[in-house]
Antibody
Framework: EVQLVESGGGLVKPGGSLRLSCAASGFTFSSYSMNWVRQAPGKGLEWVSSISSSSSYIYYADSVKGRFTISRDNAKNSLYLQMNSLRAEDTAVYYC?????????????WGQGTLVTVSS | AIQLTQSPSSLSASVGDRVTITCRASQGISSALAWYQQKPGKAPKLLIYDASSLESGVPSRFSGSGSGTDFTLTISSLQPEDFATYYCQQFNSYPRTFGQGTRLEIK
């Protein structure tokens, strides 16, 4: 069974940092591109970042470029999101999501999400 | 960035109704479109990919169509478990973008 489990969320002050993790199981993690998608309270979905299977290709939304860093450790079946210089508008539930294997860019499995709250 | 505009933003319907949600892209995206269903407090669920391909395990009452800039998601006969928010998403290019969502409510 495919499972994605996020962790690392919490309350952080503006300007602070946080590192999110996503533990993957039930599939060959090293073969899939992975993604972070967020959802502010009561709002819609916003794509944040994507990373290819070997970390060769990395993309960011303009809203987080220069502040967030996506990475992965295929030996540990884990995806990460390092978030620096956090702002109130980064408050959201952050989901990790797997690319559909034969249709990259569509997300077939999602984690349950981890809440990040940026507030003083 | 490619903008996706969904209509309507909200919709009231009854069990058994046929419902159609539209997603319009600001530029052509071929068939690189997915549809998701999200229920309160839950992660989104993939319904349709490649504009019209049904994800495994998704009931056949869901269908998608379109290419280029205009796309539709149709639910042929609403069931109680279908009341949720629906999002379209394009994966033709980066940044990936989502529509603003369509909230489907019980009439």
């Amino acid at each position: 069974e495919v499972q994605l489990v996020e962790s690392g969320g919490g309350l952080v002050k503006p300007g602070g940092s946080l590192r999110l993790s996503c533990a993957a199981s039930g599939f060959t993690f090293s073969s899939y591109s992975m993604n972070w998608v967020r959802q502010a309270p009561g709002k819609g979905l916003e794509w944040v970042s994507s990373i290819s299977s070997s970390s060769s290709y990395i993309y960011y939304a303009d809203s987080v470029k220069g502040r967030f860093t996506i990475s992965r450790d295929n030996a540990k079946n884990s995806l990460y999101l390092q978030m620096n210089s956090l702002r109130a508008e980064d408050t959201a539930v952050y989901y990790c999501a797997r690319d559909l294997p034969f249709m990259p860019g569509a997300f077939d499995y999602w984690g349950q999400g981890t809440l990040v709250t940026v507030s003083s | 960035a490619i903008q996706l505009t969904q209509s309507p933003s909200s919709l009231s319907a009854s069990v058994g109704d046929r419902v159609t949600i539209t997603c319009r892209a600001s530029q052509g995206i071929s068939s690189a479109l997915a549809w998701y269903q999200q229920k309160p407090g839950k992660a989104p669920k993939l319904l349709i990919y490649d504009a019209s391909s049904l994800e495994s395990g998704v009931p056949s009452r869901f269908s998608g169509s379109g290419s280029g800039t205009d796309f539709t998601l149709t639910i042929s006969s609403l069931q109680p478990e279908d009341f949720a928010t629906y999002y379209c998403q394009q994966f033709n290019s980066y940044p990936r973008t989502f529509g603003q969502g369509t909230r489907l409510e019980i009439k």
